[in-house]
């Protein structure tokens, strides 16, 4: 939950934003940048494939931290795991806020990457008290989730996925499962209605795709998002919605809107990856097959393997220098964009040696990020369980499955930003549907 772009959005940096109180003088991208003569071109294709052999290489010759240039744009890939761990534990020297960025005049209308570098008046770039007060909230509304009746939840929206495919023998454990049920659950447990719900996963699909109806799809989240706060504060329920509106932090209607946007947007994303990513790992590596027989032992293994090779997140475009400074001896300008390389510290050899085996139950992968702007708490535990729910019920439903094409014929989406297969194709022995229609516990006023 850390790496989605918010909402396309028109506002404006306000009066009071970091650029317009440390105006930069405007001058060519790379002026100034000689450590960037040597820069790394960073897009999709370069790492796609073989991810850990690129961060090797690049580690060989820059190393904790390499000089990059995005589409022209130059950048910090911070790739060693003590040098992120030092990032994402320093916000008054690394901020959030993007309006910081000393390259915001020179890019271009149609960067690809502007998404994820557009500042929105949510959680997502808050800092200071302000994203304490924001993000105290939110993890105090998250943690009112009963996680038994979140499993039930993941189970039913489970169980009614694969009836839509079951007879077939054959599916796209992608598009047809991973990317139908984070989201499903996730507007179940802000309260949303049952004949809201089915619209709504739609449109953050298409907000997520980046499709042609993006534009048009924002708008009816909002609508939605926007008839259930009002409708929860004249009848609360014991949902997440209910829960925000009732917090000591005393947020607007304004500041909720955006906040469950971005944190339904997230979890869908990095969930619904998660799942697709450990299913894959789960058909193509013999370390896990015994899952397929029937078990679950591995389950639980194969998700945190996943988080820390083929993490949704792989990268995280999210910081910006807040003064001069050092790091790893190389000089940061004050503006400067620092991209997270979540995989690459993972992959880093003073916490992934060579020789490791498999991860186990080691935990300390950056996958979640770290620091104040952390997936909050417990939005990792909550993640968690979505997908551990979603693999295990397919493998009980599905326990014949395999893939129909051979492991290297599978294909990641083109993007720095999100690790995420374009397909996963399946056969397995047709079965009846379970009949089970999901339930939502949580919408009740009471």
């Known amino acids: 939950m850390t790496n989605s772009p918010p909402p396309p959005d028109s506002t404006a940096p306000s009066a009071a934003s970091p650029t317009s109180q440390n105006p930069e003088p405007r001058r060519g991208p790379l002026e100034g940048y000689t450590d960037h003569a040597d820069a790394v071109r960073l897009h999709a294709s370069l790492i796609d494939d073989d991810p850990a052999a690129i961060f090797q290489e690049m580690r060989r010759e820059h190393g904790p931290l390499v000089p990059i240039l995005l589409d022209d744009m130059p950048a910090w890939f911070v790739i060693g795991y003590r040098?992120?761990?030092?990032?994402?534990?320093?916000?008054?020297l690394f901020g959030r806020d993007p309006r910081r960025w000393n390259m915001r005049n020179h890019l271009p209308p149609d960067w690809p990457s502007l998404p994820y570098v557009t500042w929105q008046p949510s959680v997502m770039y808050s800092e200071g008290v302000e994203h304490q007060r924001r993000s105290g909230a939110i993890s105090d509304a998250l943690d009112t989730v009963d996680r038994t009746e979140l499993t039930l939840i993941c189970e039913q929206v489970a169980d009614l996925a694969i009836d839509g495919f079951s007879g077939d023998g054959q599916t796209d454990l992608i598009s047809q499962y991973a990317y139908r049920i984070p989201a499903q659950v996730v507007t179940r447990l802000f309260g949303l209605s049952e004949t809201d719900l089915p619209d709504l996963v739609k449109d953050v699909n298409h907000?997520?795709?980046?499709?042609?109806?993006?534009?048009?799809?924002?708008?009816?989240?909002?609508?939605k998002i926007g008839r259930l706060i009002a409708d929860r504060r004249t009848l609360p329920g014991h949902d997440i919605t209910s829960h925000l509106l009732a917090h000591a932090a005393r947020l607007t209607d304004e500041e909720i809107v955006q906040d469950l946007i971005v944190l339904m947007i997230a979890s869908h994303d990095s969930s619904a990856n998660w799942i697709g990513n450990t299913l894959r790992l789960m058909l193509v590596d013999d370390h896990f097959s015994m899952s397929l027989q029937g078990g679950r032992s591995s389950v639980g293994e194969a998700l945190n393997e996943v988080l820390w090779k083929d993490p949704p997140s792989p990268n995280l475009p999210s910081r910006w220098a807040v003064q001069d400074c050092e790091l790893a001896g190389r000089r940061i300008r004050r503006g400067d964009m620092l991209v997270l390389g979540v995989a690459a510290a993972n992959a880093d050899p003073q916490v992934q040696p060579a020789a490791h085996a498999g991860s186990g139950a080691n935990r300390a992968h950056m996958s979640f990020s770290h620091g104040e702007y952390g997936c909050p708490f417990p939005a990792p535990e909550l993640g968690e369980i979505i997908a551990k729910t979603a693999v295990e019920v397919l493998l009980d439903r599905l326990p014949d499955v395999y893939l129909t094409v051979k492991p290297d014929a599978l294909r990641w989406r083109p993007s720095l930003w999100v690790r995420s297969l374009e397909a996963l194709p399946v056969r397995f022995s047709p079965t009846v549907p379970t009949g089970q229609s999901p339930s939502n516990t949580r919408d009740a006023p009471g």
């Open 207 to 223: 907000v997520l795709g980046g499709s042609e109806e993006a534009a048009s799809a924002l708008p009816r989240i909002l609508d």
């Open 83 to 92: 040098e992120l761990h030092h990032v994402t534990s320093q916000p008054q």
